[in-house]
């Protein structure tokens, strides 16, 4: 026993490290729920048996990971009645004495895990005030309490602390001659009990008073599709729209009611508490943004913010940007900060969807064209294109052509080659591959029937040809839209799998070139004028090939409105 201890009480007895070690194995699942830096209390810490032990963990548990105390107990706080043990304490390092008698100690503090060794009289009253501090916050409570305070509660105050063990569904393990282990330094053949509580974060801790307020108050008024708005935008996949509206008022006015209570705390700071030297610094509570402190333009700031967040949320959701090829993503992407200044109403998305339909049917065009030039004429100047291209008689020209079935084009870096042992070897990669020919197969969802949709387009390109080069496979690569096959030389030979669609896609690029007359397909073939006879002749084979186009117009010929169905299909 410690000499400089000069009255020692009768229920002094010293924590000895063989129970708190039986402690921390059989409550293993008690300190799950710790982490980081812990602030820990210890009630009538004695001489810091328990403190000590707590201290040691870093240093013992850096080699292993069990499921029990945490590695770090960075705030440890102790509380003694008895004077010459409380100059024992203080003597500690990492440890603050914050009070003399528990059961009169008040604090604001958040304690994570009390740990305790009360007087075993009257452990049912330290208990019982464990219990109730750790009820404001949520919290974990250990106790080390004669047996008998649990087996026999013949008072008041212990069927009170029974109610509140069975509250909190309490573990409790009963040990038999733990005080007289060789290590205990005080020893009793009393029988003890072990307490272990885990409190939960109180409701009304977790709750937010501001959207309860906003809850109970009228409910907000959000927009929907007016009657008299272009309702064909958004009638179809876009039923989530209304949710992340009002999602939107509601954060908006929570967060504005927060700054709003802030600001006023702020005020009334100022106003009622004086005395304090103004050359102290900065206020002890803060209010940021993102980081930043939030001055007088805070409301505003955070308004934006808000507003960009349900932005990037709708630009994020593949129904209403999937169908866009990557080029046309990235412009959309481009200009999405100016949108935190445009509050997420309806009316503002449906101009933002007004706009990408205007834009998106340029862009729709621009990508289709692009993909009739790399399969015909933008590598014209390489022989094995030559094939590419049927030539017919053009409405407007003689220079009329459209793609054939099967096409080449240059496809680089997608085979690399290096010596080994002396020899060539090659090796393929799939980026390059996927990436080139998903933005080609993008521009045919434009014009593809509805049986196409299934297929995600992007990923079929990427995870076909992915596949296949990782098992070596370089030829008869089937995709969405394509037969793939790769050469060593740089080429890549491509095969449409669906002829009529690839007819329809002549035909729409026929139009837009005014190589094929307005009303192609349009007209039977007995009504045809000589020269849109020998233009149905040359382009489609002549009377059969053309009336198959004429009986079938839904297939072949394209619609305007069809090409903006942006919220069909499943294509990214």
Not at 533 to 559: C, H, M, P, T
């Amino acid at each position: 026993m410690n000499t400089l201890i000069k009255n020692i009480s009768d229920e002094f007895f010293p924590t000895p490290k063989s129970l708190l070690d039986k402690i921390e194995n059989d409550f293993c699942e008690m300190w799950e729920d710790l982490s980081g830096e812990l602030s820990i209390l210890e009630p009538s810490a004695g001489k810091g048996d328990i403190v000590d032990w707590l201290q040691t963990k870093p240093c013992e548990y850096y080699s292993r990971s069990p499921k029990c105390l945490p590695s770090r107990a960075a705030d440890i706080d102790c509380i003694e009645i008895e004077p010459d043990l409380r100059a024992i304490l203080k003597g500690k390092r990492g440890i603050s004495v914050v009070h003399d008698d528990f059961l009169t100690f008040q604090t604001a503090k958040r304690y994570d895990l009390i740990f305790m060794n009360p007087p075993f009289s009257n452990a049912d009253r330290h208990l019982l005030k464990a219990i109730s501090m750790q009820e404001r916050y949520g919290g974990l409570v250990i106790c080390i309490l004669n047996a008998e305070t649990i087996r026999n509660p013949f008072s008041k105050t212990r069927k009170m602390l029974t109610a509140q063990l069975e509250r909190y569904h309490s573990a409790i393990r009963f040990y038999g001659n733990a005080f007289l282990e060789p290590d205990s330094e005080r020893k009793t053949d009393a029988d003890i009990a072990v307490v272990g509580i885990k409190i939960p974060i109180p409701k009304h801790f977790s709750q937010s008073f501001v959207f309860d307020r906003l809850d109970k108050a009228e409910e907000v008024s959000f927009e929907t599709v007016p009657e008299t708005e272009d309702k064909e935008l958004v009638q179809e996949g876009f039923d989530y729209l209304d949710s992340y509206i009002k999602q939107f008022h509601d954060e908006t006015a929570a967060g504005i009611e927060l700054i709003k209570e802030f600001n006023a705390y702020t005020s009334v700071r100022k106003s009622r508490f004086v005395g304090l030297d103004p050359k102290e610094g900065s206020e002890i509570l803060t209010l940021s943004l993102k980081g930043k402190s939030m001055g007088c333009d805070g409301l505003n700031r955070y308004v934006e913010e808000v507003r960009l967040r349900y932005w990037k949320l709708l630009f994020g959701n593949p129904k209403f940007t999937g169908k866009l090829t990557n080029k046309m993503q990235s412009e959309l992407m481009s200009s999405i900060y100016e949108m935190r200044h445009y509050d997420f109403t309806m009316h503002n998305i449906l101009e933002l969807l007004t706009q990408i339909r205007d834009n998106t049917l340029n862009g729709i065009e621009t990508s289709l064209m692009e993909l009739f030039e790399t399969f015909s004429s933008k590598y014209s100047y390489f022989d094995e294109t030559s094939g590419n291209i049927h030539y017919y008689n053009g409405w407007t020209t003689n220079k009329a052509h459209k793609v054939n079935k099967k096409v080449i084009i240059p496809l680089h870096n997608v085979w690399s080659s290096y010596r080994f042992g002396g020899e060539v070897r090659w090796s393929l990669s799939s980026y390059d591959a996927w990436h080139v020919l998903q933005d080609l197969a993008k521009a045919l969802d434009y014009i593809a029937s509805p049986a196409h949709s299934a297929i995600d387009t992007h990923q079929d390109m990427q995870s076909q040809i992915e596949r296949n080069f990782r098992e070596g496979i370089a030829s008869n690569i089937v995709t969405k839209y394509f037969i793939l096959s790769f050469f060593k030389k740089g080429t890549c030979h491509i095969v449409f799998r669906d002829e009529e669609l690839l007819e329809k896609f002549n035909i729409y690029i026929g139009k837009q070139k005014a190589w094929l007359p307005p009303n192609y397909g349009r007209k039977a073939y007995k009504d045809l004028d000589d020269e849109e006879r020998a233009i149905a002749d040359s382009f489609s084979g002549g009377e059969d090939g053309y009336n198959k186009i004429y009986e079938n117009q839904e297939e072949f010929l394209v619609e305007r409105q069809q090409m903006l169905q942006l919220t069909e299909g499943t294509s990214k």
